[in-house]
């Protein structure tokens, strides 16, 4: 099972900030990695799938970067609906594993 | 629109059983790959098990394998999962969601909760 780490579990940022998430796969996953937003009360949606691609309808600020074992997301110019919870998830093999998520609050 | 819609959730005892629905709509049911995700109060997201759009193929996460059964019927857009011997370890709220174009999901279900207590 490839396991997935998150770092920071906490990242407090001010609004108009850069926050930086990092996820670390304990193999290779290739670039078979997602990286999903999701709101107290709401399921997760899609922001980057294949490392690096932005689903539909998300926004520019959102970028994701890495291959092989060592991912990032970077959110530019944080709005405040950007404060939430965000996972990153390998489906490069079975079983499908997610991180444990970093939380993005208002510093 | 895209709907997933799950219902069958509740409060079960341990050791008990409880069959889960996903009702999907607005889209090509039978020629997407669907799965079952979890979220236990307060935690992070855990997969669950996954199915191919015919109901061939079948995954399961090593935590429910043996216990829970996925399936689909693609005449009624609905996907399933049976699961049994339920322990406390099993609360949570699973949501159903659309695989695009490899395992990971694009549409989401608003979830359903599982409570297992006695």
């Known amino acids: 099972e490839i396991v997935m780490t998150q770092s920071p579990a906490t990242l407090s940022v001010s609004p108009g900030e850069t926050a930086t998430l990092s996820c670390r796969a304990s193999?290779?996953?290739?670039?078979?990695l997602a990286w999903y937003q999701q709101k107290p009360g709401q399921a997760p949606r899609v922001l980057i799938y294949?490392?690096?691609t932005r689903a539909t309808g998300i926004p520019a600020r959102f970028s994701g970067s890495g291959s092989g074992t060592e991912f990032t997301l970077t959110i530019s110019s944080l709005q405040s609906e950007d404060f939430a919870v965000y996972y990153c998830?390998?489906?490069?093999?079975?079983?499908?594993?997610f991180g444990p998520g970093t939380k993005v609050d208002i510093k | 629109e895209v709907q997933l819609v799950e219902s069958g959730g509740g409060l079960v005892q341990p050791g008990g059983s409880l069959r889960l629905s996903c009702a999907a709509s607005?889209?090509?049911?039978?020629?997407?790959?669907m799965t079952w995700v979890r979220q236990a109060p307060g935690k992070g997201l855990e997969w669950v098990s996954g199915?191919?759009?015919?109901?061939?193929?079948?995954y399961y996460a090593d935590s429910v394998k043996g216990r829970f059964t996925i399936s689909r019927d693609n005449s009624k857009n609905t996907l399933y999962v049976r699961m049994n011997s339920l322990t406390a370890e099993d609360t949570a709220v699973f949501y159903c969601?659309?695989?695009?174009?490899?395992?990971?999901?694009?549409?989401w279900g608003q979830g359903t909760l599982v409570t297992v207590s006695s």
């Open positions: 199915i191919s759009a015919s109901g061939r193929s079948t």
């Open positions: 998830q390998q489906y490069n093999n079975w079983p499908l594993t």
């Open positions: 607005g889209f090509t049911f039978s020629t997407s790959d």
């Open positions: 193999q290779s996953g290739s670039s078979n």
């Open positions: 969601a659309r695989a695009m174009g490899g395992w990971l999901f694009d549409y």
């Open positions: 294949g490392a690096s």
